[in-house]
């Protein structure tokens, strides 16, 4: 069975980790009007989070960046040891470029602003569920504008290091791809290191980003980075 048909008619398993308790009223009262989403808990704190997504083994798990007892990024550490099949997509009011990072490094297979629209936040839950990774498209805007800024000689990837930096942003380690691109684990080796310093970054998640970002992979295509 494909992947995509795997996850046709699947109802899609919710924990929110919010501390206020409008906004977590407010996603219920969303995803009560739609079929294919239902909330199986919520938490306000770290180690609540964590005794959740333990019980639950949600397929999603909304994760603000700000709460109490360590954080979101604690969150997102954890429940990627003690429910490996649970996704983690970030709801939060900081679009600081750090966070983004911090939080994307941790697991999270998403990041959007509180200030997205239901219906984003709906297709953000949608797509991370099937295995994409998921930027506010505010957020790709800024990190654009970044790029520009932070960048301004041209960048210029050959074909090769392009194929490998599609191979980055969707999570596939070096090994990996060597065997998807029919190369030589050192040769892979070796256009990792080129891309990150034509790019300017210091870690294979900033490189997925930026391929996401800039249209290098499609978002549906992208997987994430561990």
Not at 159 to 164: A, H, K, L, N, Y
Request: proline share 1%; charged share 25%.
């Amino acid at each position: 069975m494909s992947d995509n048909l795997q996850f046709q008619n699947r109802i899609i398993s919710v924990v929110v980790v919010e501390d206020h308790s409008l906004v977590r009223a407010g996603m219920k009262e969303i995803f009560s009007k739609i079929d294919d989403i239902r909330v199986v808990g919520e938490a306000t704190e770290c180690a609540q989070a964590i005794e959740v997504i333990k019980e639950s083994k949600p397929d999603v798990v909304l994760v603000d960046i700000q709460i109490p007892g360590g954080g979101g990024i604690e969150v997102i550490k954890s429940a990627k040891t003690i429910s490996s099949e649970s996704k983690c997509l970030v709801v939060s009011a900081y679009d600081d470029y750090a966070y983004i990072v911090a939080a994307l490094e941790a697991g999270a297979k998403g990041y959007i602003l509180k200030t997205a629209g239901s219906d984003e936040l709906i297709n953000a839950i949608r797509s991370v569920f099937s295995g994409a990774t998921v930027v506010d498209d505010e957020i790709a805007k800024r990190l654009r504008k970044r790029w520009q800024t932070e960048h301004k000689a041209a960048i210029d990837l050959t074909t090769r290091e392009i194929d490998v930096l599609r191979c980055l942003a969707k999570g596939l380690s070096n090994k990996q791809a060597a065997r998807e691109l029919n190369l030589g684990i050192r040769t892979v080796e070796g256009y990792v290191s080129n891309v990150l310093a034509k790019l300017n970054v210091q870690s294979r998640t900033e490189a997925a980003i930026w391929a996401v970002q800039n249209h290098v992979i499609e978002p549906a295509d992208s997987l994430g980075v561990d």
